[in-house]
């Protein structure tokens, strides 16, 4: 039950926390560039749990309940204190929004789809969502860490949009299914 890949898995969900308590630090110029090192590491194992657990024949239920559990909890807690200190702003909230939006109505319907035993595996176009998420956030958090890679917030930014289309993309699918077992 608790193998390497699950571990890996369950160190993403508790280093939450602790990448929020850098990110909200405000007076602490080494905190973003903290956070960037500790949120690529998570991302690291966010790769390398999957790929252990598929290699090694560990994939476990619990594995498969986690994973997607500790991607949108990084991804909700980074997207909600970057629009907390403003890294996020303006117009580019509404993209913020969409994922978290989606991430939510998301996990309602496979929830509804689970009960009437109606899987729903995860798409290619999913797997790049999380991986244009996660880069997006990535790169606000280095740009706001180093102010000479100002340009690096920009291309977070602007992948954050692109993410946000893969997210309303993927979102539709998952609700085209739901609506045909829907009365």
């Known amino acids: 039950m608790l193998s390497l890949p699950n571990l890996l898995t369950l160190s993403r969900i508790v280093a939450v926390p602790l990448l929020v308590w850098f990110l909200w630090w405000p007076d602490w110029e080494a905190g973003y560039g903290i956070a960037f090192v500790l949120y690529c590491l998570m991302g690291i194992t966010d790769y390398f749990d999957g790929y252990l657990a598929r290699s090694s024949g560990a994939v476990s239920r619990l594995g498969i309940f986690l994973d997607p559990i500790a991607d949108k909890i990084m991804v909700a807690a980074v997207i909600l204190i970057l629009v907390g200190t403003r890294d996020i702003a303006g117009i580019h909230v509404i993209a913020a929004l969409v994922i978290l939006l989606r991430e939510i109505a998301v996990s309602g319907l496979r929830e509804f789809l689970a009960q009437v035993q109606v899987s729903v595996p995860v798409s290619q176009l999913a797997k790049w969502k999380t991986t244009l998420q996660l880069v997006s956030l990535g790169g ?4 706001g860490s180093v102010p000479e890679m100002v340009w690096v917030h920009t291309v977070g930014i602007v992948a954050l949009w692109g993410a946000a ?13 739901g609506l045909k077992h829907m009365d």
Do not use: P
């Open 140 to 143: 606000i958090i280095l740009g």
């Open 165 to 177: 289309v893969l997210t309303l993309l993927t979102g539709w699918d998952y609700l085209r299914v």
